[in-house]
Nanobody, 121 residues
Framework: QVQLEESGGGLVQAGESLRLSCVAS????????VGWLRQVPGKEPEGIAC????????KYADSVKGRFTASRDSAKNTVYLQMNSLKPEDTAVYHC??????????????WGQGTPVTVSS
C-alpha cells in the first residue's frame, strides 16, 4: 500500500540546478523517516539525505553536503530534494524512500521507482 512517486529529474548542464519531488500515499507519512538515495548501474545505492522522525537536522552524505537540500511538507505528503551546483558525478537515478524507524542508519522499508538525473559537462 505504500506508494512513493518521484518526479523532477532530467538533463542539465554542470552547475545548474534541479528540484526533485516525491509524493507519498497509502501510509501515515508523518510517522516515517524519509530519505533520498541515488543509484547507477553496477554500483551500490548511495544514501545522500535523511530526514529522521522528530529530528529537525537533515543528514547529508559528504558527496552532496553544501549543494543539496532535502525537506518535507507534511500537509502535501511530499519530500523535496533541491540540487544546486550539479556535477557530472551526480548523474544517477534518484529515489525517495521511507522507514518506520527513527534512526538514519536503519535501512529503508520502501523505495520509490526513481527519477533519472543526467548532468553533462
Amino acid at each position: 500500500q505504500v506508494q512513493l512517486e518521484e518526479s523532477g529529474g532530467g538533463l542539465v548542464q554542470a552547475g545548474e540546478s534541479l528540484r526533485l519531488s516525491c509524493v507519498a500515499s497509502g501510509f501515515a507519512f508523518d510517522s516515517y523517516s524519509v530519505g533520498w538515495l541515488r543509484q547507477v548501474p553496477g554500483k551500490e545505492p548511495e544514501g545522500i539525505a535523511c530526514l529522521a522522525r522528530r529530528d529537525p537536522t537533515t543528514k547529508y552524505a559528504d558527496s552532496v553536503k553544501g549543494r543539496f537540500t532535502a525537506s518535507r511538507d507534511s500537509a502535501k505528503n511530499t519530500v523535496y530534494l533541491q540540487m544546486n551546483s550539479l556535477k557530472p558525478e551526480d548523474t544517477a537515478v534518484y529515489h525517495c524512500a521511507v522507514k518506520a524507524a527513527a534512526g538514519c542508519i536503519i535501512p529503508y522499508d520502501s523505495w520509490g521507482q526513481g527519477t533519472p538525473v543526467t548532468v553533462s559537462s
